[in-house]
């Protein structure tokens, strides 16, 4: 069922999974559920899905899409990632829709995967995004994407990454889509809210946050983390950010509630080990 993150405009699709400690991206532990995340973007008659979600999750996802697109099935897709969170379900998408689009980083195209001769035809629809600049500067090939006329989604590749991994940017709904990057949010069941949105009722502590990103990036504890840091609150105080979308956990929405988790992410990439 998904779930409407800003009405007619951006939808949170994807299933949930246990924490039950066959997790691999969570800290040893952790306990409850956690969603995984794709995010369609809508404006008119055009749709783009930043993402795809679990394999595990692929029928939720199918019958959301069909629900939520046009009688012609049309919609463009943008990678956040080249891991199977991310591109585990491009197949049966482009089985069952017509993929316009479709956006990537790195060097593998997701469609080389494919076995049937429909890769031909797709492999010529992709786009790729570069990361590449001068002076570290992060520039793309393709750093905005046009979701519609008059409606853009920037594309950077953040400071805060192992593999190539981009972030998107929506000024119209205040969106910002970070990947594998504030993956901390949990839920006490599978059928609670996926969006943190209340400071009364976030129990968020800022332990943690700092468990779950050390999970992923075991080596922030032991590293110069100062320009990361710089980097982070640099990027949120000139976009200022009503909703972290990452493709795991919860969805974190409202201006105080986003400035309560940056702070608890900051304080983690703070945090050094003798």
């Known amino acids: 069922m998904f779930t409407t993150l800003y009405e007619d405009k951006v939808v949170a ?3 949930t999974y246990a924490l039950d400690g066959r997790v691999s991206w969570v800290p040893a532990g952790a306990i409850g559920y956690q969603p995984s995340n794709c995010y369609l973007l809508l404006e008119g008659s055009e749709r783009l899905l930043v993402d795809s979600g679990l394999a595990v999750h692929s029928q939720e996802i199918m019958d959301d899409l069909v629900e939520l697109l ?6 463009s897709m943008f990678f956040t990632r080249s891991e199977m969170d991310c591109v585990s379900n491009l197949e049966p998408i482009a089985g069952k829709f017509d993929i316009e689009r479709l956006f990537t980083g790195g060097a593998i195209n997701p469609f080389d995967a494919f076995d049937d001769l429909s890769r ?7 786009h790729q995004i570069d990361q590449k ?4 500067d992060s520039m793309s090939r393709t750093p905005e994407i046009e979701v519609a006329p008059g409606r853009l989604l920037t594309v950077e590749s953040p400071l805060l990454r192992l593999l190539p991994t981009f972030w998107g940017w929506d000024a119209s709904t205040g969106t910002i889509f970070t990947s594998d990057t504030f993956t901390h949010g949990t839920m ?3 059928d609670g809210p996926r969006v943190i949105d209340s400071l009364a009722t976030d129990t968020t ?3 943690q946050v700092a468990q779950h990103l050390y999970a992923k990036y075991e080596w922030i504890p032991r590293a110069t983390t100062e320009p990361l840091r710089e980097w982070l609150a640099d990027k949120f105080e000139t976009l200022a950010p009503e909703t972290i979308a990452p493709s795991r956990g919860c969805v974190i929405q409202g201006r105080a509630v986003v400035r309560r ?6 304080s983690a990439l ?3 080990q003798a």
């Not at 031909?120 to 992709?126: E, Q, V």
């Not at 988790?261 to 900051?266: G, R, V």
């Open 261 to 266: 988790h940056l702070d608890y992410m900051l």
């Open 133 to 136: 600049g001068e002076g570290g």
């Open 13 to 15: 699709l994807g299933g």
């Open 70 to 75: 046009e009688e012609d099935g049309r919609l």
């Open 205 to 207: 502590t800022a332990e």
């Open 188 to 190: 006490d069941n599978p």
């Open 270 to 272: 703070a945090q050094q």
């Open 120 to 126: 031909l035809a797709l492999r010529g629809r992709r």
